[in-house]
């Protein structure tokens, strides 16, 4: 029997212990979702929000791209998506669909990635199902969930970027190893070449790693003489094309030259550079913690025990090179860190974290099988399916109690009474505008729940914040205090 056979009758025919662990594990799927969407009806808007609302409805479509190039960032894409997302309709109704499309997005995007990977030799509720898991383990090792999903100028960037670059990878790895016809091959180069653009144009973190991972592509293509090195060549053109209208935008210069001067406590060049290494180490060492990411790990080795051996191993001996492969993705994780420290001399905000820990993921299991084998070879037997159900089972576990999960479930109420607090507010804003009032007092949230907020006014109404509100309501000056105050 060969070891494609073996591995394709693991999973056509699991015992009736996997069967259950397989049922119980779309359950769990489902449900964390279904948790994490129906939070998404207790969504607001906050800080930035409003300035890009404003704009989209002051400039219109046109005028606010112009806007935001010449006087904030060369982030093409997020400033496209999020003016068009603001034009739909009512600012507040659309603002909630948002997560719902990002995390369902997420998903799919997951999930056809490891259609590309498997092949034809999975079907297709495993695959949704294992896309699904994936997906789990992404919410569970975000920094923070509320700037992934829910609020716009943290998700659209950045999220939006996750899942372009997830499913550009899937339709690389379609290209070198199953479109076969000319007109697949032009297809995936036609939705790929949007991607690459698309994907540089969200964030610098997304740009780097576009720009990286293409790169690599066409050298190696290129090298190896293959036939698709036409095809890599012509991504690499489109990603230093959109990575250069990003880059030169005179909005940059603009938005960095204002970093000295807001009010953020950073530290000296010099403890910036001492600090770097211990805090990318610290930070991998957190997502190493997750027991999910070592069991879920621990099954594809196991699944894919044989398989992998016609991979990594010639002549019965284990093939070294494939150790750069590991190489290359923990240098990635600190390349792109350093862009933190080299620009702000202070680490990634949350939100672009959830890049890192994106490359972190899908690096994290070709490493795990690549050391696996390296280090366990034949000295060790890991072909026993029977290994299988107990590590899945602490996946299950894991995967429904994490900290991110159990502050998504208790966020229920809170975001119940946050999505209350901020309707309240909203309608006493419009109250008192409508009254002729330019100078505004509201009251502050009552814990806010983790899951959905990311940012609320200032007592100050010189603060950021606060002057985006300002400009949405065209108002003279808002502010947290007491409404009656004066």
Same mark, same amino acid.
């Given at each position: ?98 997560? #719902?499309?990002?995390? %369902?997005? *997420? ?5 056809? !990635? +490891?259609?590309? &990977?498997? =092949? ?75 991607? #690459?653009?698309?994907? %540089?144009? *969200? ?5 780097? !790693? +576009?720009?990286? &991972?293409? =790169? ?271």
């Amino acid at each position: 029997m060969t070891s494609t056979s073996r591995f394709q009758q693991w999973i056509d025919n699991p015992d009736r212990a996997e069967k259950n662990l397989i049922a119980a594990l779309a359950v769990a799927v489902v449900a964390v979702l279904a948790l994490f969407i129906a939070l998404s009806a207790f969504n607001y808007p906050a800080a930035d929000d409003y300035c890009f609302a404003a704009k989209a409805r002051d400039l219109g479509f046109l005028g606010a791209q112009q806007y935001w190039y010449h006087n904030w960032a060369g982030r093409y894409t997020f400033n496209a998506t999020s003016t068009a997302l603001f034009l739909l309709g009512d600012f507040f109704q659309v603002y909630r669909w948002a997560p #719902v499309v990002l995390l %369902i997005a *997420t998903w799919l995007s997951f999930s056809f !990635l +490891t259609a590309r &990977i498997a =092949g034809s030799r999975l079907s297709t509720p495993f695959v949704l199902l294992l896309g699904g898991i994936w997906t789990l383990l992404f919410i569970a090792g975000v920094p923070d969930p509320a700037q992934t999903f829910y609020w716009m100028p943290g998700s659209f960037p950045y999220q939006m970027a996750n899942v372009f670059l997830t499913f550009l990878l899937g339709l690389l790895i379609w290209r070198e190893t199953a479109a076969a016809s000319k007109l697949q091959r032009r297809l995936i180069f036609a939705v790929s070449s949007l991607l #690459v653009a698309a994907t %540089i144009g *969200t964030n610098e973190v997304s740009l780097l !790693l +576009t720009v990286t &991972i293409v =790169g690599c592509g066409a050298f190696h293509a290129i090298r190896t003489r293959r036939d698709s090195r036409v095809f890599w060549v012509g991504l690499l053109v489109i990603a230093i094309g959109g990575a250069l209208v990003s880059v030169l935008a005179p909005g940059n210069q603009q938005r960095y030259a204002g970093i000295e001067h807001d009010p953020l406590l950073r530290p000296a060049p010099w403890l910036a550079v001492v600090l770097y290494l211990p805090w990318v180490a610290l930070r991998i060492l957190y997502w190493l913690s997750s027991l999910g990411l070592w069991a879920s790990a621990f099954v594809l080795l196991v699944a894919t025990f044989h398989a992998a051996k016609e991979w990594l191993y010639i002549g019965g001996r284990f093939r070294k090179s494939f150790l750069l492969l590991l190489a290359i993705w923990i240098g990635l994780i600190f390349a792109l860190d350093a862009l933190g420290f080299l620009i702000n001399r202070y680490p990634l905000p949350e939100r672009a974290e959830s890049v890192v820990y994106l490359l972190f993921l899908l690096g994290w299991y070709p490493s795990f099988v690549i050391l696996g084998h390296y280090l366990a070879g034949d000295r060790i037997w890991l072909g026993d399916r029977r290994l299988v159900a107990p590590a899945a089972a602490l996946l299950l576990v894991n995967l429904l109690g994490t900290p991110n999960v159990f502050e998504a479930y208790k966020d229920v109420y809170r975001g119940y009474r946050y999505a209350r607090e901020m309707r309240e507010r909203a309608d006493a804003i419009q109250a008192a505008t409508s009254r002729g009032e330019t100078d505004i007092a509201v009251a502050s949230l009552s814990r806010p729940p983790r899951t959905l907020f990311a940012t609320d006014l200032e007592t100050d109404p010189g603060n950021h914040r606060n002057q985006c509100l300002r400009q949405y309501y065209r108002l003279r000056s808002i502010r947290l205090g007491s409404p009656a105050g004066p």
